[in-house]
């Protein structure tokens, strides 16, 4: 995996937001299995966690971004849109993770630009595992 060292500035960093059904464990997912480093925590409701210049907030369903649509619709997890973590060697990542009971969507899938799995974390947001294709 790359580098995690956190930035402290905010500016500095994309955020992406995942509903999660719940803070903790997510907390707990991303910072044991894939090097996120804890920013703020506001279990249960809210957290962010940060790897690079990636910040991912963890919103549960009692946060501001869980509150229902007008037209009544509830914000939850899952879908297909993801983060992307590079990564070098994927079999290997893909052996070390099933070992730690991660839950994947797909197998590895090779394409002209290299090597992919969809991997789910525990409220089905789904992360990709890529390994570019050498050059």
């Known amino acids: 995996m790359s580098d995690t060292t956190p930035t402290t500035d905010v500016a500095d960093l994309v955020s992406v937001r995942y509903m999660v059904d719940d803070v903790e464990k997510s907390i707990a997912f991303y910072t ?17 966690v940060i790897r690079g210049n990636l910040r ?24 297909w849109n993801r983060i992307h973590l590079i990564v070098d060697d994927l079999a290997a990542e893909v052996d070390r993770c099933r070992d730690a009971g991660v839950a994947f969507r797909n ?19 789904v992360i990709e595992l890529f390994q570019p294709a050498a050059r």
């Open 32 to 48: 044991e299995h894939f090097g996120f480093a804890v920013r703020t925590s506001f279990a249960p409701a809210f957290a962010d």
């Open 56 to 79: 991912l907030l963890l919103s549960g369903p009692t946060s501001s971004a869980g509150r229902p649509m007008p037209d009544g619709a509830q914000p939850g997890p899952g879908g």
């Open 107 to 125: 197998e590895i899938v090779t394409g002209p630009g290299g090597q992919q799995i969809l991997v789910e974390d525990p409220s089905g947001n």
